[in-house]
């Protein structure tokens, strides 16, 4: 009886939790309904709820967006709407350092999230998995004499918290492991580990 438990929990368990995480994100997306005007709302086209239209309108907007600033007059409008809030101390801070993050991780041509680690944490002889998110630069760089890299480490089993360090190139193993393989391992607390032949090397140099 206790197996047969065990199985159909292995079965329902992840599902239950892929739909809880679809239903928080489709969710979140159909706030964009509120942007229309109250009439053209689907709750008042056809009397119910519709979930997921909303997902597909946000989907719409970022597209359109992205096709509106892709010309020169949506850059200049673009410029405009930044020099408008450059203007206020605080929402200055908050947009431009967020605008900052956001331009380094979905960069085609950056180094943010393209390598999964291998690094001693929190002390030696202690193995996790982190990603490299950059090089240290600006003011820091100057009281660093190695080769530093920019290391974020995920916490398990959510990685969107985490630790932010910056090590010695020298102390961090390039792991021949996707970002994708890397957090399904993180999040699974090392119970679902990648294909042996995808990452395993020769660390025969690796001691505590």
Known sequence: MKRYFITGLLIWVPLGITVWVLQALIGTMDQSLLLLPHSLQPRQLFGFHVPGIGAILTVLIVLLTGLATANILGQRM???????????????????????????????????????????????????????????????????????????????????????????????????????????????MGVVAPAPEKYYQDHSDIHP
């Not at 380094?104 to 393209?114: D, H, K, N, Y």
């Not at 950059?134 to 190695?146: I, Q």
């Not at 910056?166 to 399904?184: G, P, T, W, Y």
């Open 78 to 188: 673009v410029r405009f709407w930044e020099g408008v809030l450059a203007r206020i101390p605080i929402v200055k801070s908050i947009y431009y350092s967020v605008k900052q993050v956001s331009d380094t991780l979905f960069s085609s041509s950056g180094e943010a999230f393209r390598k999964a680690l291998l690094i001693q944490y929190p002390r030696q002889g202690s193995w996790t998995i982190a990603f490299q998110t950059g090089t240290p630069g600006g003011e820091v760089a100057r009281h660093l004499h190695d080769e530093f890299v920019s290391v974020y480490v995920p916490t398990t089993p959510n990685p969107t918290s985490g630790f932010f360090l910056m090590m010695a190139k020298k102390d961090v193993i390039e792991l021949e492991m996707s970002v994708d393989d890397a957090l399904k391992y993180i999040i699974s």
